[in-house]
């Protein structure tokens, strides 16, 4: 044993390489918009009818490998919670899994255009399949060298059969595709059943872990500590790593829409002189419209990405639930190149009205992404003492800011959507204008909470003067101000 | 001073802030690559002629623009030292400073591709200025809600010359670019002077303070600490967010592969029925070049993570100059996708022999980011007290290990771009086949040390038995492992 532990001078902690893998994970997840974003869309369509026919199975394609992604990540988290050190070997591995995940968007993009052969499936399983097998093999290198191990595992009585338990769950979705794999060829609705099983995969692996120690005789006790551990893992995703993802789709989302204005918006020297004869000005004057979206676009992606900090500033824990909320607004918030692209191409001339479609799927999109942060927050009220720091709580001195600054987004959306279906005022320009506007909505918001805090503050508190006590004191004080005066 | 305390309950540590900033910054340096890959290049042209005539202005535009969003970075960096908390007033400032810098690609493309335009120079200048203004407005904020700087300004003597002297380093830019901005219709040259002095800007502005200091009689004291200060946040970059932005390059330069894979190499329904009769294994067969390409390309990514990884793991922290050989790897490493364009464009039926020049523009790329690794090492090694951890030392541990893993890449990269101008045999196939393979030297390495560590320790150490105490006790103890035994 001990010879063992020499083995590994090279022990380091797991913290970075789980960071660069939440970057890769949340950059492949988000990356799968482009090949919706660059559908061609002839413009002289009718946008609504471009949606539902053209775009909307490229989005449901989209929102589904962004949960599958989504899903390998947590499995991912989930493993590296229990490897909390990182030694060479299990860097290694780590990197053919990021290999894997990173190949994932061309298998997707394959089978979301080739649904019906068998080489698509094939190809999607086989990644799968090693992935699963990589993950498996994390686990093994972990038994075999105990001191990578999270301390609850390694002091556990019985490692064979957390090790067992821990091999199933890794290798459950191999078992899938290679059933999907194998019935591909005889019957696409089978292969695809055993696919849509993956987003499963983990309580399956819960039961029949289960169903095992109860036909294996004396055991029961352990596997007991297994299920018990497992679901713990289940219920929720360690709250840093959400964070880091979280933070690499936002960043990743701003970067491709300049990204494509880059390649599209600037003219080459030869189109300059003949088409604009060299005058530069004009030549951008005629993709104004274009700045003013990407400005729009991007602070609303910024604003999410403030109020998700400030959510997250709040929460203690997420759930699963919580997790699959913050999921979907992450992939509505990795739409966002696509509302750009929309609004940026039509303006009022337009025979359709497809200025105002434009504008209405942008507002879809952003109530969509704003409500599942708000659903975050819901969810974490009902269990509030096990979710929620307490000022945070009914009650709490910041409940009410945090609801607010929670609501602004459905609330605006909601209200330019109504405005565009009854009216003909609304244009991309005043839209993108408005979404310029909202930070200093945020900013007044900041303003009169400060004045509420100060006159609430100055009643109270008259005799408190030293600077340095004050900042010390703060967190405790603040939670007793009374609930009526922070109701803004 | 006690009001101002309490109007900002709502304070939080600035960690999360930065490590989203970190992804942003990595992201637009990185991507600012694919101008250069998404060149056209004719294929029955001499690829040697085309990288000098057409790659060569434009690679070095990329790397100039990856400096100059790195030095924006590291000022980024330093600023956010000082602002320790982030209140919600410098979170949105943040943003809009990260809105500039999302912008920032856009104003480089166009001043790349008109350098002669008044406007291209006027545009890059103002972005320059906001940014500028926008973090003055930062420090402005932080003086007066003292409750977010950092303790040591906090608790300086001389408050207002701290602040000034921050002022004029946050403002230095602004007033450069209001010079280049002013002189552009004048003068290119005299323009673009005042604009390469912005890399300088940090030194011109310390050097500024002491003048002003001088000529104001009586604070000279005083702005000496202020220079102290000044120059300790020169010397050094904060560790953890040099490895936060690393691993944001490192994570999308795998993607920006994926995407032109997923983009280019994926028929369409019609395409597949017409050129191919249905048959999606020989359309995928016909790019098989190309996924052998990716894998390649993805291991030697991944793995020069991994060395990066296993080098800062052992530095303690990183200078300026450390900083400086960093960015360049970086920059390298983002060149990637440029070398997987070409490898994976041409086969051995070209008459210019332009395979191999893809694979030596390749082996170039590599030895240059791999070698300003080893550059890092080198540089530490010259002040390992201040620089390196105990086992990374001449005669530590980890020392010989960490050296030779340095030296895999520029020792493979050099064979392989000799070997290509010797002798005919090299292919690309072969290339890429050799850039799999390396993951298995460096699991043969892992086990020679193993070995040699088990070894090592079987001697000294008979007695040592608790495996807890062994965990415990391994750092220490390993660092007396004598140096002739671990020279492999």
Known sequence: MASTAEDHGHVQSAGRMQAYSDAIFSIVATVMILPVAHTEIPEDKNLREVIFYQLLPKIFIYI??????????SAHVWLFQIVQHADDVTTLLNLLIMMIITFLPFTFTLMGTFPD???????????????????????????????????????????????????????????????????????????????????????????????????????????QEVIQRGKSYEMEVNKERVECYSDGVFAIVATLIILDIC???????????????????????HDSSVFLAYFGTFATVG??????????????????????FNNFSLAMIGGMPLAFKLTSMYDDTDFYNNERVAIQLSCVIMFLASISQLAIFVTALFR?????????????????????????????????????????????????????????????LW???????????EVPNPEEQSFQESVNNEEQRLLTVPVENMDC
């Open 64 to 73: 589904l490998s962004f949960f599958v992604v989504a899903i390998s990540w």
């Open 117 to 223: 052969f068998v080489l698509a499936i094939v190809l999607f399983c086989v990644c799968i399949i090693v992935l699963s097998l990589a993950q498996a093999l994390v686990v093994l290198h972990m038994f075999r060298n105990p001191q990578i191990m999270e301390e609850s595992i390694k002091n556990s009585e019985n490692k064979t059969a957390v090790r067992n338990a821990l091999l199933l769950r890794a290798l459950m979705n191999a078992i899938l595709c290679t059933f999907a794999a194998v019935f591909s060829p005889a019957s696409f609705v089978v292969s695809y059943a055993f696919l849509v099983m993956i987003l499963f995969s983990p309580n399956i692996a819960v039961q029949l872990s289960k169903l095992i120690s109860k036909f294996s005789s004396g055991s029961v006790q352990m596997s």
């Open 263 to 285: 390649e599209k918006d600037i003219p080459s020297r030869a189109e300059l002189k003949h088409k604009y004869k060299n005058d530069l000005v004009a030549a951008l004057d």
């Open 303 to 324: 604003l999410l990405w403030y109020i998700h900090h400030s959510l997250y500033h709040h929460l203690k824990r997420t759930s699963r639930l919580m997790a699959m």
């Open 384 to 444: 509030p003492d096990q979710d929620l720091i307490d000022s945070a709580k009914v009650g709490g001195r910041s409940h009410y800011y945090l609801l607010v600054k929670l609501l602004v987004y459905p609330t605006v959306s909601m209200i330019i959507y109504v405005i565009s279906l009854t009216s003909d005022v609304l244009s991309v320009e005043a839209f993108h204008v408005a979404q310029l506007g909202t930070p200093a909505l945020f900013f007044i």
């Open 447 to 457: 303003l009169i909470v400060i004045k509420i805090q100060r006159n609430v503050q």
